[in-house]
């Protein structure tokens, strides 16, 4: 069973940056695609970024394309979120999640295709 601990999050104001981690344990890191996803007050959990498992591969939210970047580094067993241009309605609690099977593709954007997910981090922006 994979476990999954997000860091970084934090206070920010507009336009300013955060980086979140989220460090995996319990299973092979490499040959899983990653996911971040946030759910904001009274709103239902969206899709943020997803990297294939390969790495060579990202995939991101109309709302968050062109300001946020994910990364991987497999040697670290971590995934990263880099917030660049943060606006108020990008606070929330952020998660990192893992897939389910190793080395699958497609449906990146679906929480269902998900099985591991990580406590959440809180990124809130100010105006």
């Known amino acids: 069973q994979v476990q999954l601990v997000e860091s970084g999050g934090g206070l920010v104001q507009a336009g300013g940056s955060l980086r979140l981690s989220c460090a995996a344990s319990g299973r092979t890191f490499s040959g899983y695609t990653m996911g971040w996803f946030r759910q904001a007050p009274g709103k239902d959990r969206e899709f943020v970024a997803a990297?294939?498992?390969?790495?060579?591969?990202?995939y991101y939210a109309d709302s968050v394309k062109g300001r946020f970047t994910i990364s991987r580094d497999n040697a670290k067993n971590t995934v990263y979120l880099q917030m660049n241009s943060l606006k108020p309605e990008d606070t929330a609690v952020y998660y990192c999640?893992?897939?389910?099977?190793?080395?699958?593709?497609?449906?990146?954007?679906?929480?269902?295709?998900?099985?591991?997910w990580g406590q959440g981090t809180q990124v809130t922006v100010s105006s």
């Open positions: 999640a893992s897939r389910s099977s190793p080395y699958s593709l497609g449906g990146y954007r679906a929480q269902e295709m998900y099985s591991y």
């Open positions: 990297i294939h498992w390969s790495g060579t591969n990202q």
